[in-house]
């Protein structure tokens, strides 16, 4: 994609003029395991069940703004009144109104990176300064106690269990000192909370910290990234904020009946999640089993559908998956703090096979 124009950019807003536009750098390929999809069959009675759906659904009509019937079911599920509940064009509008509402001019947003770099990006389009608290070096870990000296500072807070691209988890009991330290509100991204186990997430703070936001999105788990639809639970009134700001006709009726759908078909997706769970295990091991050989790669730990691991040279190992196998992995070498880290999803095991033999056949040639 083209840079911005210099005479565009001098058009544009003072805060934007360091913006470039965003490529994904989609580039098609056999295996693409760069995106954190979910690369299961969907279940064929939930497909069908959506199909039917979608098949059903008028197209002449304006969708209901507020997505109620998936909101109900939403919040059937999640054991919440519907008011707690507030649908999006997928976790990313979430995430946006969230700066949109609630941070903005001569706010500041606590931030945990390396973590999903649009916190920064919508911080930054709502002119939000950002203060970033880097996990540890090494390990990833969060830095509990710098983010509890930062948090009395900031006016909001977004972090992320399972964390993108680090995969590790944010402990219950942390979130809760997080909510007591923040003036504002905390949002806890789950995105890839479905892929942890249960008792990991934050929602169990809900009736207690009536400043928490909790975002959980149906690209993941539900392998439903196409629909973009995503959720946050909240207390109502911060819901009503979502509500105020947001763009109305933002979730389109074929994402609503599809998600509604899905939703109502939520048990038959746990085959699914446990599969991506187990194939997470034995992908970690194997990249073990890479490295007991003498490879050099370093692997972390997973709670998520991916795994993040340093390689030498990896911007080149990337290419080549690329271009000699037409395996397509995530290159982080261009992020702070992770240089030369690869992230690969967690595939089917075919999938999974493919990248795992390709990565030891390359790093065997690079060294
Ligand atoms: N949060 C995190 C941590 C993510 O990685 C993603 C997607 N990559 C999202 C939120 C947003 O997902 P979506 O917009 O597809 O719901």
């Not at 946006?96 to 919508?122: D, I, V």
Request: hydrophobic fraction near 45%; aromatic fraction near 8%.
């Amino acid at each position: 994609m083209a840079q911005l124009s210099d005479r565009v950019r001098a058009l544009m807003q003072p805060h934007l003029a360091s913006i470039e536009p965003y490529d994904p750098n989609f580039t098609p390929c056999r295996v693409n395991l760069s995106a954190n999809e979910n690369t299961y069959p969907m279940p064929a009675a939930a497909r069908a069940s959506i199909d039917a759906a979608l098949a059903a659904t008028p197209l002449n009509r304006y969708p209901d703004p507020m997505s109620n019937e998936l909101r109900a079911e939403i919040a059937a599920w999640h054991g919440v009144n519907p008011s707690w509940v507030c649908v999006g064009n997928g976790g990313d509008e979430l995430l946006y109104n969230f700066l949109l509402a609630f941070g903005g001019a001569g706010r500041t947003l606590l931030n945990c990176p390396p973590c999903f770099s649009e916190y920064a990006f919508f911080a930054s389009l709502a002119q939000t300064k950002v203060l970033d608290v880097w996990r540890d070096a090494e390990t990833f870990e969060l830095d509990r106690a710098a983010v509890l000296e930062a948090a009395p500072k900031c006016d909001i807070a977004i972090v992320t269990s399972p964390n993108n691209p680090t995969g590790d988890l944010a402990s219950v009991e942390f979130v809760r000192e997080m909510c007591a330290a923040c003036p504002g509100l905390v949002m806890v991204d789950e995105a890839y909370g479905e892929f942890a186990d249960a008792a990991s997430s934050c929602e169990q703070l809900l009736s207690e910290c009536d400043n928490l936001v909790v975002l959980h999105t149906l690209s993941k788990a539900f392998g439903m990234a196409g629909t973009r639809v995503g959720y946050v639970i909240a207390a109502p009134d911060v819901i009503d904020a979502f509500a105020a700001i947001r763009q109305i006709y933002s979730v389109n009726v074929l994402s609503q009946a599809a998600a509604l759908a899905a939703v109502r078909a939520r048990d038959q997706f746990a085959p699914v999640v446990d599969a991506i769970r187990s194939e997470r295990a034995r992908v970690i091991e194997s990249l073990h089993g890479i490295a007991a050989c003498g490879l050099p790669l370093e692997v972390w730990e997973s709670e998520a559908n991916f795994v993040l691991v340093r390689v030498p040279n990896a911007t080149r190992v990337r290419e080549r998956m690329r271009d000699e196998k037409s395996i397509l992995v995530r290159d982080f070498s261009y992020a702070p703090g992770l240089a030369d880290c690869l992230r690969i999803t967690v595939g089917t095991p075919e999938e999974n096979d493919e990248v795992l033999a390709a990565l030891a056949a390359l790093l065997k040639e690079e060294i």
